[in-house]
């Protein structure tokens, strides 16, 4: 008797920025308390898994030159843990194809999103009776971020940022994201804070309740006032030129610039939709970033949306 292979399973998943993001001291465990405000934005990957006789991993698009295709990728660390929660002994017969629209070590949490997508993904080829929470466990095993990928939406992130809580958010917030040229590790600006509070007194943002409080009201003039990031002294040290875009970023109208988690990409959050694609054309030609795009948050986490579409081309650029 013939065996059934199941056809391919696309899922799409978000990138995310942090609202707010304060940093507590170094843990013994090497990570930092923290507590984050998530949104998941309209700037995705799609990741297909499939049935093969030749297990690995493909990468087009955004940084494809600069991701790992072995088992360092954390794709292919879900997959193995996946197999293992389920039981599956031996090399699972099992392709992974990124498409990435999230740019590389771009404090966008784009690895953390493919292992999110690739555990969706897999539990419903492999028709495994798991539940988003069971998921959510194996995703804390894999990284701080991988959790909220899974979700998506807006989110209290506390603990190393893998303990999550929902929060309310009344509005679509428009956003413009300058992508750099080149990415930031993220342990290395977690070092370089520890390095600039033990040379001095940083100032550190304050507490998360009145951007939760904003959210709720749905009003992007009072949540631009709000958004902070621990993280952003240190990228900045690291990347002096950082300062550059934030300040092009504003002047270009947006109604505040952030950097996103451990940077280097620079979130700016507009009034609207059309003022975001203004931002968007002027910072373009201001030579402060790679790549400029427009998002919209917050989106829902990881969802399968198709089948047998390994062939589906990357989606187009909007700003070059
Ligand atoms: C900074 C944030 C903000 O959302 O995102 P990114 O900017 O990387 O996307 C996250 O905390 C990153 O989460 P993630 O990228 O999943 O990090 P992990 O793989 O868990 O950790 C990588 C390394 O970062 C440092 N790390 C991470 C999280 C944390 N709370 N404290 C830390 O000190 C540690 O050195 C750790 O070894
Ligand atoms: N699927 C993946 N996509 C992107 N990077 C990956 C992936 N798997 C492993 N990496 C490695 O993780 C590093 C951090 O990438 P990424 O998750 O995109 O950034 P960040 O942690 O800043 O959000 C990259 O430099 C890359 O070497």
Not at 223 to 241: F, K, M, T, Y
Request: with cysteine; net charge negative.
């Amino acid at each position: 008797m013939l065996a059934v292979v199941p056809p391919p399973v696309t899922v799409r998943v978000p990138a995310k920025v942090n609202l707010h993001l304060s940093v507590d001291d170094l843990r013994e465990d090497g990570y930092h308390e923290l507590v984050t405000v998530f949104q998941a934005l309209s700037l995705t990957d799609e990741v297909t898994v499939a049935v093969t006789e030749e297990p690995g991993i493909e990468v087009y698009g955004e940084g494809e030159g600069s991701v790992p295709t072995g088992p360092e990728n954390l794709a292919w660390r879900a997959v193995e843990a996946l197999a293992a929660h389920a039981g599956r002994t031996g090399e699972p017969k099992v392709r992974v194809v990124l498409r990435k629209g999230i740019p590389v070590a771009g404090g966008m949490a784009g690895g953390s999103a493919d292992a999110a997508a690739t555990l969706v993904g897999l539990a419903s080829l492999w028709n495994l009776d798991v539940t988003r929470d069971e998921l959510a466990g194996i995703a804390a095993g894999l990284g701080s971020d991988v959790p909220f990928a899974l979700y998506g939406g807006t989110a209290l992130g506390t603990g190393r940022g893998e303990q999550l809580v929902p929060v309310l958010s009344r509005h679509t917030f428009h956003w413009v994201l300058a992508f750099a040229a080149e990415g930031l590790s993220t342990p290395k600006v977690f070092g370089e804070l520890d390095r600039l509070r033990a040379a001095g007194n940083p100032p550190r943002i304050g507490s998360h309740t009145p951007v939760v409080e904003a959210l709720a009201s749905g009003d992007p003039r009072q949540l631009a006032l709000l958004l902070g990031n621990d993280l952003q002294a240190a990228a900045v040290s690291l990347r002096p030129d950082l300062r550059r875009t934030l300040r092009a970023g504003v002047n270009a109208g947006a109604l505040a610039g952030t950097v996103s988690g451990s940077g280097p990409t620079c979130a700016f959050l507009c009034e609207d939709a059309q003022s975001a694609v203004e931002v968007a054309a002027e910072l373009s030609g201001a030579g402060v970033c790679r790549t400029v795009r427009v998002a919209h948050g917050p989106v829902p986490g990881a969802r399968v949306v198709g089948g047998d579409d390994a062939n589906r081309p990357t989606p187009p650029r909007v700003h070059a």
